[in-house]
């Protein structure tokens, strides 16, 4: 969650989260992340940029909850955190509250990387 949204002006586009998570997602989920690359930059991102802002995400906090299906190579994640954002100048909404459901998988290195963004 910290790599997919964190933001920052100085950022070269909107899309950079997708370099920020590749050491963290599967191949697959890299290929789905790809897609996403050339889409639009989003209503806010001249505004983001021309008021120097920077968002981050504060409490991060990951659960496999007791009732999610899972097995011994993957497992239901949820995922939430605060995303805060503060600009230069202007008035930019501060904080919004983000919550996903990840398919996190083993990869064959034996690290455990996201396999699937499920919501």
């Known amino acids: 969650m910290i790599a997919s949204r964190t ?10 989260w997708i370099d ?12 789905r992340d790809e897609q996403l690359r050339d889409g639009t ?20 906090r990951a659960v496999i ?8 190579v993957a497992a239901n994640v949820e995922v939430a955190g605060d995303i805060s954002t503060a600009c230069a100048v202007g008035s930019y ?10 398919i996190v998988v083993r ?6 990387r996201v396999g699937r963004r499920v919501f």
């Not at 920020?20 to 290929?31: C, F, I």
């Not at 909404?93 to 990840?102: C, D, G, N, Q, V």
């Not at 990869?107 to 455990?112: E, L, S, V």
């Open 107 to 112: 990869a064959p290195d034996g690290t455990y």
């Open 41 to 60: 930059t989003g209503s806010d991102w001249a505004q983001f940029v021309d008021w120097h802002c920077r968002s981050s995400v504060r409490d991060p």
């Open 7 to 16: 933001r920052d002006w100085r950022d070269p586009g909107p899309t950079v």
């Open 20 to 31: 920020r998570v590749r050491p963290y997602v599967s191949d697959d989920q890299h290929v």
């Open 93 to 102: 909404p501060s904080s919004e509250h983000a919550a996903a459901t990840l």
């Open 65 to 72: 909850p007791p009732e999610a299906p899972g097995t011994d």
